[in-house]
C-alpha cells in the first residue's frame, strides 16, 4: 500500500491507482525495496501494470539472502483516458514473508506524469 502522497496536483492517484486523465504518454516510475529476502526465494517480479500492457523487472536469484534490496521499474506508457497504472510485486520460492520497506523512509514509490 502506498500510503503517503506527496502531492497529486490533479487528484488522479487513489487506492493505490493512477488514472490517466487525458490520452497521450506518460512516464511512470516504481521503487520497491524489500527487506527479509531469504535465499529459499527463487524469483521477484515489479510491474506497472497498465490497462494496455504489462512493464517488468524481474530478477531470477540465486541462493544469497539480502537483508533489503531495491528494485526500479519505469516505462513511457501510452494511455487513454480513465486508463489506469498500479504496481505489482510477486515474490516466488519461499513460505517466509518479505517485508515492503515504506512509509516515512520512503524507500518505496510510485511517480507518473504526462509527457505529451
Known amino acids: 500500500?502506498?500510503?503517503?502522497?506527496?502531492?497529486?496536483?490533479?487528484?488522479?492517484?487513489?487506492?493505490n491507482t493512477f488514472t490517466a486523465p487525458i490520452t497521450g504518454l506518460y512516464q511512470l516510475n516504481?521503487?520497491?525495496?524489500?527487506?527479509?529476502?531469504?535465499?529459499?526465494?527463487t524469483d521477484i517480479e515489479f510491474q506497472i501494470v497498465?490497462?494496455?500492457?504489462?512493464y517488468?523487472?524481474?530478477?531470477?536469484?540465486g541462493t544469497q539472502a539480502f537483508t533489503t534490496k531495491t528494485y526500479v521499474v519505469s516505462a513511457v506508457a501510452d494511455m487513454d483516458a480513465n486508463d489506469t497504472a498500479v504496481i505489482k510485486i510477486v515474490v516466488s520460492g519461499s513460505t517466509k514473508t518479505?517485508?515492503?520497506v515504506g512509509g516515512s523512509q520512503m524507500q518505496t514509490s510510485f511517480t507518473g506524469f504526462f509527457l505529451g
Do not use: K, P
Open 98 to 100: 518479505v517485508t515492503i
Open 50 to 54: 497498465t490497462s494496455n500492457r504489462t
Open 56 to 61: 517488468d523487472c524481474r530478477e531470477v536469484c
Open 1 to 15: 500500500q502506498l500510503d503517503t502522497e506527496v502531492f497529486d496536483r490533479a487528484s488522479n492517484f487513489a487506492s
Open 30 to 41: 516504481g521503487v520497491v525495496q524489500l527487506s527479509s529476502l531469504g535465499a529459499s526465494h
